[in-house]
């Protein structure tokens, strides 16, 4: 096991810039997440620390040893990918065995590694099959048996869940985790998927364009989040994002959201100016149908107009309107049978972000 540090990694491809600045260490042990949509530069970082891509700026440290120079194959580091890679030709065996016959290792130890590997996988009466006679999930879980024999200081998992259905996802989620949890080994994921980023990770690392947009533990990111995008990515169904002004004076803010006024929380003081524009967000799930839904006193009514509903199975979707803007509210409600109704804003649940900058005003 080994901490890993990037430091000030960059990466062009002629003109265009991929990865643009890059600062994190993951420690020992830790299970980190890269989340962020395609284009973000998740898994180019990625391919630089295993020595698949070269580094156009910047140094890369496993444990006290730079990687820069060092051949992917002396790196000492076991990678999953999205699309299995395993042999065709070989069985399940020879599948998790190979890393090791090349190293040398001897036939029985070889044998004791791939079978307790095995063990841990439920791939035990599979190890006479070939590739193409296993799921998808069983050939992710060969993948991962052929990585763990290897004993690396650090797993990297590059989108490994994409090509599965749901259900199967869920599953390898688990046992994913499981798998960390055993082994203890410094772990990198890469996913554009926010439900195994918070199932999965100790911390995650949000990108944007080439750059970190957040790190955090996933509580963290969820409820504090430091800029809208960040707001907006994670979260489903997504946060609703109005646009308002903040006016008054010092002592005496509000946001003002077409005719409703909203007293501006007292964590938001510190960065208060007049007539300051703001993107109001508030997640579907912190506007209710009653007050004594929320338990505090801290809640604001506001009349909305019904534009649409959609059942989500256990909760319903109302698609509402306030202030000529579209408002998001997901309930436990079996049926609303009205067009316009009254609900009951959770004002320790809102979130502000300068409009100019798109920072949150309680990270200022």
């Known amino acids: ?9 960059k990466k062009s491809y002629d003109d265009v810039e991929v990865v643009k600045h890059f600062d994190f260490t993951v420690n020992d042990g830790e299970f980190v997440v890269f989340l962020g949509p395609s284009g973000c530069g998740k898994s180019t970082t990625l391919r630089m ?4 891509e070269s580094i156009t700026a910047g140094e890369i440290f496993v444990g ?11 790196r000492d580091l076991a990678m999953v990918f999205q699309s299995y890679a395993l042999y065709p030709h070989m069985t399940v ?6 890393a090791l016959k090349l190293k040398g290792m001897p036939k029985d130890q070889i044998d004791t590694e791939v079978r307790k590997a095995a063990k841990m996988l439920e791939l035990d009466p599979l190890l006479a099959r070939k590739p193409k006679e296993l799921s998808g999930g069983q050939r992710q879980r060969v993948a991962m048996g052929r990585a763990m024999v290897r004993t690396p200081k650090v797993f990297l998992f ?36 926010q439900i195994e980023a918070m199932t999965l990770a100790d911390r995650i690392v949000i990108l944007k364009d080439g750059y970190v947009a957040q790190v955090g533990t996933p509580t963290e990111v969820f409820q504090q989040p430091a800029n809208k995008f960040v707001a907006q990515f994670i979260g489903n169904p997504s946060m609703n994002m109005l646009d308002a002004q903040l006016v008054g004076e010092e002592g005496n803010w509000h946001v003002e959201l077409g005719d409703t006024r909203i007293p501006l929380p007292e964590r938001f003081h ?12 508030v997640r579907p799930t912190d506007i209710h149908l009653r007050a004594e839904q929320v338990d505090h006193d801290r809640v604001l009514p506001f009349p909305v107009k019904i534009k649409d509903k959609e059942l989500l199975g256990a909760s319903i979707l109302l698609k509402t309107e306030i202030a000529g803007q579209s408002l998001m509210v997901e309930t436990q409600a079996a049926e ?11 004002l320790d649940a809102i979130h502000l972000f300068d409009a100019m900058s798109e920072k949150s005003l309680a990270t200022f």
């Open 93 to 98: 065996y020879e599948n998790i065995a190979f």
């Open 158 to 193: 590059d989108e490994p869940l994409s090509n599965l259905d749901a259900k199967l996802r869920g599953t390898m989620r688990e046992e994913i985790k499981q798998l960390h949890r055993e082994l203890q080994t410094t772990t990198i994921y890469v996913t554009h998927d």
């Open 49 to 52: 620390l295993a020595g698949l």
């Open 64 to 74: 006290d040893k730079l990687m820069n120079k060092i051949d992917a194959k002396d």
């Open 1 to 9: 096991m080994a901490k890993v540090e990037f430091k000030n990694i």
């Open 336 to 346: 609303v049978d009205v067009n316009e109704l009254t609900l009951y804003l959770d």
């Open 270 to 281: 510190a960065h208060a100016s007049k007539n300051l524009a703001l993107h109001f967000g």
